[in-house]
């Protein structure tokens, strides 16, 4: 045993390896010291050391000095895993070495030399290369994209969709369908806040442009072929947003009647009540509970009222029940009032029945 390495364990602290029965006498051992180097180049104190044995389930640990130096002795010949743990208990590094019998073998562990070779490597690789490059750039995507999200909220939509054009030549795959979503749901929003009928009209056309350019990537997307249809009874086409609506419906069921409701809507809004009707009627059917589809289906059916010589109103089959029903599930909600007025024109009564008590 050398004078170098005993005044090193005076100095450090032995670690003697927990001896097993198949292992040899202390006599045919070896054992490791050296230093650790941190990441910063510098020696790492009072860091923890596993050692652990590559062929059979063992290991064991030490613990360096304050001056980064560490010394394990008392292991069989075999092959080691060294492996340095940081403060929070992860694994930094490891470097496997063949340890034979005699004196320790002499090994620094140096993290900062390692991580540089490793950034080396990589540098070189074309792969690595390759996923940096998109790292890069799916960065500046997100940061055009987050430009043109502000611009959106604060309603300035013309701006916002420049702003996402300029994100498509780095926007690939799923983030390219994103990013074609976003343009056509700001162009319509653009063409709805546009005065001007012939820039509206151009907004429009950029819109439908995009959504079908998502469609063709994804045409099984039940949110973009409701979108689609909002625009198609934007621009006067009542056929073709109830084509898409359904499509909607038919994609996502879970979600239908909300599509028939949002179709029912927007007809309402354009005073097509025989269609609103129909769509509305869909939305109660597939979910009784939703509130806001039952007082526009009586608005709806409002539209549809007849009236005698006499002046009196002949309400179509349905309609009182639809506010009936709304007032039943929202007898509190923001239309309550209105639908009690249209009862109470229709029949000439008020419906209070729905109305809630205050609990004492």
């Known amino acids: 045993m050398s004078a170098s390495w005993v005044r090193r ?34 020696p790492m104190a009072n860091c923890v050391i596993r050692v652990e044995r590559k062929d059979i389930h063992w290991g064991n640990k030490t613990k360096a000095n ?13 092959e080691y895993n060294l492996i340095v743990v940081g403060p929070d208990g992860k694994d930094l590094y490891t470097e496997s070495h063949k340890i034979g019998v ?56 013309s701006d916002a969709a420049a702003k996402y054009e300029e994100g498509l030549p780095l926007a690939k795959d799923k983030n390219l369908l994103i990013v074609e979503a976003r343009l056509a749901d700001t162009w319509a929003k653009a063409g709805g806040a546009d005065p001007n009928p012939d820039t509206r009209k151009a907004d429009q056309a950029k819109a439908l442009d995009y959504y079908q350019k998502v469609l063709t990537g994804d045409p099984g997307d039940a949110q973009i072929h ?9 621009m006067g086409k009542p056929d ?28 309402v809004n354009k005073s097509q009540m025989d269609q609103a009707a129909e769509a509305l009627k ?29 002046g009196t109103v002949v309400a179509a089959p349905g309609t009182v029940e639809a506010f009936q029903t709304y007032l039943k599930l929202q007898p509190n909600g923001p239309n309550a009032a209105a639908a009690q007025a249209s009862i109470q024109a229709l029949t000439g009564k008020e419906n209070l029945s729905y109305s809630t008590k205050k609990k004492n």
């Open 102 to 157: 005699g004196d320790p073998m002499e090994i620094t562990l140096d993290l900062a030399k390692a991580m540089q070779q490793q950034q080396k490597e990589q540098a070189s690789n074309p792969e690595y290369q390759k996923q940096v490059a998109e790292q890069k750039q799916t960065q500046s995507l997100k940061q055009v994209f987050d430009q043109g999200t502000a611009l959106y909220n604060a309603k300035q939509y």
């Open 282 to 310: 869909k939305a109660t059917d597939l979910d009784p509970s939703n509130a806001q589809a039952w007082y526009w289906l009586g608005t709806a059916l409002m539209g549809k009222a007849q009236y005698k010589p006499d």
């Open 66 to 78: 304050k001056k980064g130096e560490f010394v394990y002795i008392g292991l069989a010949p075999g």
């Open 226 to 234: 409701n979108n689609l249809g909002s625009l198609y009874a934007d």
């Open 9 to 42: 364990i005076l100095a450090v602290g032995i670690v003697f390896a927990a001896l097993l029965p198949c292992l040899p006498a202390f006599g045919q051992t070896g054992g490791v010291e050296g230093k650790v180097i941190g990441p910063d180049g510098k």
């Open 240 to 267: 073709d947003a109830t084509t898409e609506f359904k499509k909607a419906a038919e994609l996502d069921p879970t979600h239908a009647s909300g599509y028939y409701f949002n179709l029912g809507a927007i007809m």
